[in-house]
């Protein structure tokens, strides 16, 4: 038996019509088919599969064993979309009633879904390899339609059209630099924003960044603290590189040999731990208020504060000590006086919780 089996690696099948993959069989194939060419006439896999039913009406009329599916993948990674592809095979495998060898004619619109051949061709025989191409592609008519299709999509002329308008940029700034007797700023500013531009798009930094500023802003209208809370925070970790920095150096001009990279860590740590301690615990209060405000808090969550405190006096009697700002005596108490505060707070809340929690109704099973 011959298997038509038509490729589409990024399931767009699936994800415009809501068809559940594999489609096996003509008819199912055919309404798939047109399914797909209804939501979207411009989608490449309509004629995949057109094609793989005009290949088993073909072999059909000649009387030879044929059957015909669409198999799909997802629009995850490459990795992901293949193993789904073999797992969807070995479904089709698994159907076939017969007890013939099964050999496939795989059909594709592109290299891309080519890509999963091999791993098609660790499951069953590959008697061939056909790829869909439109005639219509191949004239300058098409050409220009195709262009303006992808200029008129936002995400397309971003990626596009901006690394090529800084290309176009670097000339005429690389004038007014000369002019303004700075070429190598103005080449370094463009380049830069190049590469920052191209980092962002290949490590998908802008979805991040929307995600962020979406964030920010029903955080804003929706008035939570921990908007406040970050912000504070960052002003702090950022005062406490400084102070950090400024106690290495102190460090350094106060020692006459060279210091090693522990006694480099205690001073930075000395330096700045007491401000790192402040951002803990205005994020750790900000989000204890929102947690209370939402009717979410938990009494485990009061820890959060009393485990910063205690973190901060250990490092800063650690950092202390190795500054020689501290004994030993000193450094067991600050030790034990960390280690006591979280188990403390630890019990003290877990206690609290256990008695004050007791028989209250908890909101998802009112």
């Avoid at 690696?9 to 559940?20: H, Y």
């Avoid at 603290?225 to 001009?253: F, Q």
Wanted: a negative charge.
């Amino acid at each position: 038996m011959l298997l038509v089996l038509c490729v589409d690696l990024d399931d767009d099948l699936g994800r415009k019509t809501g068809f559940s993959t594999p489609v096996i069989g003509r008819e199912p194939v055919e309404e798939a088919a047109v399914a797909l060419a209804t939501e979207d006439p411009e989608d490449s896999d309509v004629n995949v599969i057109f094609q793989g039913i005009h290949v088993y009406d073909d072999l059909a009329e000649r009387d030879e064993s044929v059957e015909v599916a669409v198999v799909t993948g997802n629009d995850g990674s490459d990795l992901e979309a293949n193993r789904e592809v073999g797992d969807e095979v070995d479904t089709v495998l698994a159907s076939l009633s017969t007890a013939e060898n099964v050999t496939t004619l795989v059909i594709t619109d592109g290299a891309q879904d080519e890509s999963v051949i091999p791993i098609i061709r660790s499951r069953v025989p590959i008697d061939g390899v056909r790829r869909v191409v439109v005639r219509q592609a191949q004239n300058l008519e098409s050409m220009y339609y195709t262009i303006k299709q992808v200029l008129d999509d936002p995400e397309t002329r971003g990626t596009v059209l901006i690394p090529i308008g800084i290309l176009l940029l670097i000339y005429p700034l690389a004038l007014v630099g000369a002019l303004l007797n700075l070429p190598g700023l103005v080449l370094g500013v463009t380049s830069t924003l190049l590469g920052l531009y191209l980092i962002s798009r290949g490590l998908g930094l802008g979805e991040y960044l929307d995600a962020a500023v979406e964030y920010g802003r029903r955080s804003l209208y929706a008035g939570r603290t921990t908007l406040l809370a970050y912000v504070v925070a960052a002003a702090l970790l950022a005062l406490g590189g400084v102070s950090g920095v400024n106690m290495l150096e102190d460090t350094r001009a106060a020692t006459s040999t060279d210091l090693g990279i522990p006694m480099m860590l205690a001073a930075l740590v000395y330096g700045s731990i007491q401000w790192l301690a402040a951002a803990g615990i205005t994020t750790s209060l900000g989000q204890i208020t929102d947690e209370y405000i939402a009717g979410r808090l938990e009494w485990r969550y009061l820890n959060a504060p009393f485990y910063v405190i205690g973190i901060a006096v250990v490092l800063y009697a650690v950092s202390g000590f190795f500054l020689d700002e501290f004994g030993i005596t000193m450094l067991a108490g600050a030790l034990t006086a960390g280690t006591v505060l979280g188990i403390v707070s630890t019990l003290a809340f877990a206690v609290a919780e256990s008695r004050f929690s007791e028989g209250t109704p908890r909101a998802d099973s009112a």
